[in-house]
């Protein structure tokens, strides 16, 4: 009863309510705002106390309404022609430049986004829309931090989420449409595909509006194809001096003052370099100015740091996010920090974009930044001869390094700083790449930029590439000519050294009475578990550092227990690394009849044993970074660097040294200076204390030989850990549960 009650009711209702035409209301609504113009006077009223919001208003509830009402049809309705054919965007597009009345142009993007974001039929395919679409990004970006960019950044949200449903905007929005076109390939340039007509049938109105009106242009009621080519008044300059579209738009909004503003802008660069059409891709990088106008902006922000940054204050900033570019307020201030921020957020930003972008864009992407600020930027203050340059611009490589996690962008830091070429180093080979430059400031004169650079390599080291390794160590390892030819193996370990050349022999130290902590033991037999020789190679390396110079047994500390829980967890980490690099569970076999070729470490090897070889004369900073670099090293799971690095064993070839052998002469030396340091024993123990923190600090004569000392025997350990972890009991290079606590 009260269900027919309600029906009555509403027929009676809806017979007294008189049908609205929705076109007049939508033409009487334009009509408003045109007589606007027409009628006033007053050009100081602000448009948002005129009726012209409202108005707008009401033509997109029309248009949404309308477009309800034809849904099952799926034609446009005759509103919607009446704008497309009448070119209202285009009119206010213009009444938006005059900016008349005053935050006219507000409204206009405002309107331009909702008609966008609401109206659910295809639209930017229009000359009619696109066109004043393309005008009104100009407008925007012609204007710096304008009072609009609230709203040009909504209507580049609409406009990029569009191309991320729909690639094919791409070409529409942006200006030069020929040259997807020209890309397809012949068969598609004279064959449409087949769905072609039936897309644009989808898209073109149908109504009986259309056929009452002749006037509209239906030569653009269609969606052309990409590979279709478009009449001369829809192709926009290509790329050139004067450009201004959405991509400038965008990268302008970035620079927003206001933090959310540039955040969301640079959102939508996002979803625009992440399109998955390729044609779109590539129409991206080689008809716009993205890439490199990306680039660019990351080499101003370089260029608007101070020449002069301290490496410990760059490294404070270390990790900061592009989604929160500021500095955080609670660190030291210093000079530079709101632009160092800014410049390290943006190239985080770069690699972000990099690592999400289509693989087309992402290539474009990373050679640009390789080639803009790597190449461009970067590589002429390594090379400075002025030593500011040369440590700030180091220490700003390794904290761009630390960031890096974009594959592509990886690849293209590999090139800038190691090349190409994979031939083993010759000694007499001059320095031609920055590489090799980069490689002898780890023996500059200036300690700071021996550090920095030493950094540098470490942080390279750690990245997910093998050409690093490859380039530094593996190169000059290949073929074993380390290893002596034709000479059986030795049967004990004093059988390996040459007695003349051998400090443990030497006279001065057997009439001293100071003595090796042991002997150095006989060569390990090799068992089926392979226990006993992990055991000898600890031991060597324990047993270098005689009793006189050490001091860790006094102060109760876990020592090399803890130096192989460590060491556990760095080679599980290394070796995950790079698991896939395909690298040989055991050392090439020596060819006994190839004939002797003399044996070249390499330039960084190089570099590295002759510091190790003054650790008892270098300050304590520069010893922890350099035995820092050689225990990354050694972490490596190839079979020649364990050789090279961590057999004691190893039967050298003339002329050759190991790191075991460097150690054992610097072992010699120091069991010489021993003897010239009175009470050495008790300052040493003062000088660890001091490096602990234990005392306060006091200089104290020859205190950077016993600091050198204090690093000299934490490296042994070091080393001793990693070659147990490395050497598993049931073969080399495999996995193996950690140690218990407390044991080893």
């Known amino acids: 009863m009260l269900s027919r009650l309600g029906a009555l009711l509403q027929e009676a209702v809806g017979a007294r309510e008189p049908s609205i035409d929705l076109l007049q209301a939508f033409v009487e609504h334009w009509k408003g705002i045109t007589h606007y113009y ?10 948002k106390k005129t009726d012209i919001p409202w108005r707008l208003k009401q033509m997109l ?17 005759p509103c919607l022609e009446y704008l497309l054919q009448h070119k209202i965007l285009e009119t206010l597009c213009t009444l938006g430049k005059a900016e008349y009345p005053p935050g006219m142009r507000q409204q206009v993007f405002q309107f331009f986004s909702k008609v966008l974001s609401q109206v659910q039929h295809p639209l930017l395919h229009y000359l009619s829309v696109h066109r004043p679409v393309q005008k009104l990004l100009r407008l925007g970006g012609t204007v710096p931090g304008s009072l609009t960019e609230k709203e040009e950044v909504q209507l580049t949200s609409v406009l990029c989420s569009k191309i991320q449903q729909d690639p094919e905007l791409l070409a529409y929005i942006l200006e030069g449409k020929k040259i997807i076109g020209k890309k397809k390939t012949a068969r598609e340039s004279t064959a449409p595909p087949k769905d072609i007509a039936g897309y644009r049938d989808k898209d073109c109105p149908h109504s009986d509006a259309l056929n009452r009106d002749p006037g509209l242009d239906k030569e653009h009621c269609g969606v052309p194809a990409l590979s279709i080519h478009l009449p001369a008044e829809t192709e926009g300059p290509e790329n050139g001096p004067g450009e201004s579209n959405l991509i400038t738009s965008l990268l302008g909004l970035c620079k927003s003052k206001k933090s959310r503003l540039a955040l969301k802008a640079q959102e939508n660069i996002l979803l625009l370099v992440s399109v998955a059409s390729p044609a779109a891709a590539t129409y991206l990088t080689q008809s716009t100015s993205c890439c490199m106008a990306i680039a660019e902006h990351l080499c101003q922000l370089y260029r608007s740091m101070p020449a002069c940054l301290d490496p410990a204050d760059i490294a404070t900033l270390e990790g900061i996010s592009w989604r929160l570019p500021s500095a955080p307020s609670d660190e030291t201030a210093f000079p530079g920090k709101e632009a160092l921020a800014a410049f390290l957020g943006w190239f985080d930003y770069c690699d972000h974009l990099i690592t999400e972008a289509h693989t087309v864009v992402a290539d474009a992407l990373a050679k640009a930044v390789a080639e803009k600020l790597f190449v461009e930027t970067l590589q002429p203050q390594l090379l400075h001869v002025s030593e500011q340059s040369i440590l700030t611009s180091t220490a700003l490589l390794t904290a761009l390094l630390r960031q890096l996690r974009s594959p592509a962008l990886l690849q293209e830091a590999m090139t800038f700083l190691l090349g190409t070429d994979q031939r083993p180093a010759a000694i007499e080979d001059s320095p031609h790449t920055l590489g090799t430059h980069l490689i002898m400031h780890c023996d500059h004169l200036s300690d700071e930029i021996s550090i920095a650079t030493l950094r540098l390599f470490e942080e390279l080291l750690q990245k997910p590439h093998e ?11 290949e073929g074993r000519l380390y290893v ?21 022999f030497t006279d ?5 009475g ?12 090799t068992s089926s578990d392979g226990k006993t020789a992990v055991t000898e190679i600890v031991n060597s390396f324990l047993c270098l550092v005689p009793e006189e110079a050490k001091t860790s047994a006094f102060l109760e500390e876990n020592g090399y227990d803890t130096y192989v829980h460590d060491a556990y967890g760095l080679f599980q980490e290394c070796s995950s690394r790079v698991a896939h690099w395909g690298w040989p569970l055991g050392p090439a076999p020596l060819d006994s009849h190839e004939p002797e070729r003399p044996f070249f470490e390499g330039r960084f090897l190089q570099v590295l044993f002759d510091r190790i070889a003054r650790i008892l004369d270098q300050p304590y900073s520069l010893n922890l970074q350099v035995t820092s670099v050689l225990s990354r090293l050694a972490l490596f799971p190839h079979p020649h660097i364990h050789e090279y690095l961590l057999d004691p064993y190893i039967s050298l070839a003339p002329g050759c040294r190991s790191l075991f052998s460097v150690l054992v002469r610097v072992i010699g030396d120091l069991m010489q200076r021993i003897q010239r340091v009175p009470q050495f024993s008790g300052k040493l123990l003062l000088v660890r204390k001091q490096l602990m923190g234990q005392v306060p600090g006091e200089h104290l004569d020859h205190q950077t030989l016993l600091q050198g000392v204090v690093v000299l025997e934490e490296f042994c350990k ?18 193996f549960s950690p140690p218990p606590e407390g044991q080893v």
């Open 508 to 512: 001065g130290f057997l009439d001293s």
């Open 484 to 504: 002596a030819r034709g000479s059986p193996e030795p049967e004990s370990y004093e059988d390996t050294l040459d007695l003349e050349e051998d400090p443990y």
């Open 38 to 47: 027409i009628e006033s006077t007053d050009e100081n009223t602000p448009a």
């Open 514 to 525: 100071l003595q090796p902590s042991t002997k150095p033991p006989p060569a390990p037999a």
């Open 467 to 477: 050409q690093a390794i490859r380039s530094l160590v593996l190169q000059n390892l």
């Open 718 to 735: 070091e080393l001793a850990a990693i070659a147990f972890v490395k050497f598993p009991p049931h073969g080399p290079y495999l996995n």
């Open 61 to 77: 509830d029309i248009l949404v309404y309308e477009e309800k009402q034809q849904a099952s049809s799926g034609e446009a309705g």
